[in-house]
């Protein structure tokens, strides 16, 4: 079975800084890693994605991430934050594509931007 | 641009009322699932279905049914709502079309049960 943490429920920060929102995931078998952000009253959009091949990953909106296996991490990263990113950020883990997974969410993170 | 639907957006109805949130997608996705997403933000998993005539229960645990009669269609319903089913309920579909357990949501049906 798989399972994510997000560390932080909030993290507020000030326009233009950079940012880390923090995923740790523990699973029995290799995994599928996903961000997803939802802006205010909408549903879930997914920013980026590991699979497999490299352990950066990119994605929408200047969003990267890191794979890192002996950590079990999943870290998102944006070098400078506009206001427009101000949601709620949800990591997610599923154990790869079957009829037998199951795609798993964090707890999410709320991204608050001051200006 | 929408590929999956959800009605009705917001719903307020009285304890003891029956109700059908509506889930339709576009995509072909064969998966389809229904997440209840607290207050406090967190999501949880509670129907999947992989498949026309295949539903299954998931790690949370609702009085709320699903069917999946035909492929684009996964209704969840509350055969007699409490205030405690006050929530915002999303469903999702992923695919061949997607990618691997890539999950496209809709916008969310928010209920609220006086």
């Known amino acids: 079975a798989q399972s994510v943490t997000q560390l932080d429920s909030q993290v507020p920060v000030f326009e233009e800084a950079p940012v880390e929102l923090r995923c740790n995931y523990s699973s029995s078998v290799s995994v599928y890693l996903f961000w997803y952000v939802q802006y205010p009253n909408q549903g879930l959009q997914l920013l980026l994605k590991?699979?497999?091949?490299?352990?950066l990953v990119k994605g929408i909106n200047g969003f990267e991430a890191e794979f890192n296996k002996s950590q079990t991490s999943f870290h998102l990263r944006k070098p400078s934050v506009h206001i427009s990113d101000t949601a709620e950020y949800f990591c997610a883990v599923s154990g790869g594509y079957s009829s037998a997974s199951k795609i798993i969410f964090g707890s999410g993170t709320r991204l608050s931007i001051r200006p | 641009e929408a590929d999956i639907y959800q009605t009705p957006r917001y719903l307020v109805i009285g304890t003891g009322k029956k109700i059908t949130l509506e889930c339709s997608q576009t995509?072909?996705?064969?998966?389809m699932y229904w997440y209840q997403q607290d207050p406090g933000m967190e999501l949880h998993l509670i129907h999947y279905?992989?498949?026309?005539?295949?539903?299954e229960k998931g790690d949370l645990s609702s009085e709320s049914t699903v069917s999946r009669i035909r492929t684009e269609h996964f209704p969840l319903t509350l055969e007699s709502a409490r205030p405690s089913h006050t929530s915002q309920y999303l469903c999702?579909?992923?695919?061949?079309?997607?990618?691997?357990?890539?999950?496209?949501f809709g916008a969310g049906s928010r209920l609220t049960v006086l």
């Open positions: 279905s992989y498949g026309v005539n295949s539903t």
């Open positions: 999702a579909s992923s695919g061949v079309s997607s990618g691997a357990n890539v999950l496209t």
């Open positions: 590991y699979l497999s091949g490299s352990t």
């Open positions: 995509m072909g996705h064969d998966k």
